[in-house]
């Protein structure tokens, strides 16, 4: 059928937006879509954003589309445009339906002073955020890859995206990322190449490194024991960063990894290959 449609669009030069196929995506998700594409510049745009696209070969490409944890569940277009050499234009639309995320509860136990906030630790708190929010607007030389091949650090997944947070027995906004458990010490290793945007000890996170990975994606990486790049350090994949730990408000050795794709949350475990 996708064949089809690119034959239609050579034959009779553009094509009104038409529906050909539906990809499924729950909140969280990073989709991977990979269609026929004949030559020339293909561009995907949904959400409002235009989204990376890699060839794969003369006839087919893969783009990556981020679907934030706060996607509210309904079907949304992605419309798919190709624009050849010879100056003919054509267009698509598929849609994504996007589904509520199994989001679980998570509870913890802190000191008083991670889960009660003086007006100076608001303060500080505000401004780790503002910081953080910067790094998501610096641009960063594309990878050619959106994909991993492996965890910064091997260990269990204690706490998944999107959980429900409770501290102190007090509800709190969810879990904006996902918890690595490893023995304090272990070496982190970035799993995409990349710059570093941002080293700095926070109040909740403690100490806290950024990575923008070019193609809107940029990983956090927070609570760690010792930190061993510096900002504006280029990185390759596989390259020790950090050591794991539990600064800031932690109550046991892990890593916590977070990810923007075009700033939506969403699940870092969403870009281990398949």
């Known amino acids: ?9 050579c034959l009779i030069g553009i094509v009104p937006m038409t529906h050909a196929q539906d990809w499924q995506a729950a909140q969280g998700d990073i989709v991977r879509l990979e269609t026929d594409a004949p030559q020339g510049v293909v561009n995907i745009r949904a959400f409002d954003i235009d989204w990376p696209v890699k ?6 490409i893969v783009a990556w589309v981020g679907v934030g944890i706060k996607t509210k569940p309904a079907t949304y277009p992605i419309v798919m445009s190709l624009d050849l050499a010879d100056g003919r234009h054509f267009l698509r639309t598929d849609q994504l339906v996007v589904a509520k995320g199994n989001f679980r509860i998570s509870r913890i136990t ?3 002073k991670h889960a009660n906030f003086n007006p100076k630790s608001l303060a500080r708190i505000r401004s780790d955020q503002r910081a953080l929010g910067r790094t998501y607007n610096m641009p960063v030389d594309a990878n050619p890859d959106v994909q991993i091949d492996f965890m910064p650090v091997e260990g269990p997944i204690t706490t998944p995206l999107g ?3 409770y501290i102190n027995g007090q509800p709190r906004s969810p879990h904006t990322g996902v918890d690595i458990a490893a023995p304090e010490g272990t070496p982190a290793k970035t799993p995409l190449a990349g710059k570093v945007l941002l080293t700095e000890s ?21 609570h760690l024991s010792e930190i061993l790049v510096k900002e504006g350090q280029w990185l390759a994949t596989g ?4 050591k794991v730990g539990q600064t ?3 109550t ?4 916590h990894w977070s990810l923007r794709f075009h700033k939506k949350r969403v699940d870092p475990l969403s870009l281990l290959r398949k």
Do not use: C
């Open 248 to 250: 800031g408000r932690a």
């Open 252 to 255: 046991g050795p892990h890593l």
């Open 239 to 242: 390259e020790v960063f950090a």
């Open 55 to 60: 060839r794969l070969s003369d006839s087919r």
């Open 110 to 112: 802190v000191k008083k």
């Open 163 to 165: 959980a429900q947070r």
């Open 1 to 9: 059928m996708l064949k089809l449609f690119f034959v239609l669009w």
């Open 202 to 222: 926070m109040f909740l996170t403690g100490n806290s490194v950024v990575i923008g990975h070019g193609n809107g994606l940029y990983s956090v990486f927070v």
